[in-house]
């Protein structure tokens, strides 16, 4: 059963998504709402032409920090010195370079213009982060994601040039600020790197801790 959102400040139990991991539609994209729903697993995953979609999938595919996988040929990257990583710089840029960063299979971005200006507003109340890698004074890569407690929910990356986001993740993932990163979506680079699915109900066990 999908749920229909009104003007309160609450999510139907997300054990009663779809197959899909569709829960909910509509609402709005309020820091409260969007912070409530992290905190629940849930996140909106929605196109320009349709309305607020909320999703809270049965398996999450996640990334412990320590069990992070670099590649000899990556650490030679990392030891290169030739990118340089700060945190937090250029939210704003990362979010929109990753709205335009072309995606296998996709039309166009879910990233939309109201997309952005929500999680810049939660990067503004210190509840979103980035991750910013430079090459000299351009911006070629990073991510951005969404802060709960110990877990960083990873929202999207993007790279300009070869292996700039992985150097984001590694940074991530590096920081010992978290104990687990939530990459939402499975993707073959990622799964090399040590990421893998686990269920809904531990992932939220996880979230509440």
Known sequence: MIFRLDERLLFPDPTLAEEDGLLAVGGDLSTPRLLLAYQNGIFPWYSDDEP???????????????????????????SSAQFKVTHN??????????????????????????????????????????IEVWQQAELVGGLYGVEVGKVFCGESMFSRVSNASKIALINLCHSGRYSL???????????????????????IKTLKQ
């Open 52 to 78: 607020i979609l909320w999703f809270s999938p049965h398996e999450r595919f996640v990334l412990y920090p320590d069990e992070l996988l670099v590649s000899k040929s990556m650490r030679k990257v990392l």
């Open 89 to 130: 710089q250029n939210f704003a840029g990362v979010i929109a370079a990753c709205a335009k960063a072309p995606r296998p299979g996709q039309d166009g971005t879910w990233i939309t213009a109201d997309m952005q200006q929500a999680y810049i507003l939660l990067h503004k109340n210190g509840r979103a982060h980035s």
């Open 181 to 203: 990163i939530d990459c939402q979506v499975y993707t073959p680079h990622l799964e090399s790197m040590g990421a893998g699915m686990i269920s809904r109900k531990e992932y």
